[in-house]
Nanobody
Framework: VQLQASGGGLVRAGDSLRLSCVGS????????KAWFRQLPGKERDFVAA????????RYADSVNGRFTISRDNAENTVWLQMNSLKPEDTAVYFC?????????????????WGQGTLVTVSS
């Protein structure tokens, strides 16, 4: 079971970027999926989560209204569309999967993690 995140890069403030996370393993396609982000020396922070069927989502206050999480279970893929990016969005972004139905913001609730993709937003 693996998660492969991609799509990070260097952008300017106000730009948009879309991250992708492809999972392997058939059962993983229906798991709750989430994105977290982390700066060096800091804790991994919750960004967004989406339910297994895709009908429920949850966002951190700092990204609500700017970021959108979505998924396609047939492709075993989850995306994070990031608009109106700010320098404070700079971080390594990780995708994660959880067997639990609740849209948790806690890293301890997630069972599988991708390798991370770096997003850098210049001012």
């Amino acid at each position: 079971v693996q998660l492969q995140a991609s799509g990070g890069g260097l952008v300017r403030a106000g730009d948009s970027l879309r991250l992708s996370c492809v999972g392997s393993g058939r059962t993983l396609s229906m798991y709750t999926k989430a994105w977290f982000r982390q700066l060096p020396g800091k804790e991994r922070d919750f960004v967004a989560a989406i339910s297994g069927h895709g009908r429920e989502t949850r966002y951190a206050d700092s990204v609500n209204g700017r970021f959108t999480i979505s998924r396609d279970n047939a492709e075993n893929t989850v995306w994070l569309q990031m608009n109106s990016l700010k320098p404070e969005d700079t971080a390594v972004y990780f995708c994660a999967a959880s067997r639990e139905f609740k849209l948790s913001s806690s890293t301890s609730e997630y069972d599988y993690w991708g390798q991370g993709t770096l997003v850098t937003v210049s001012s």
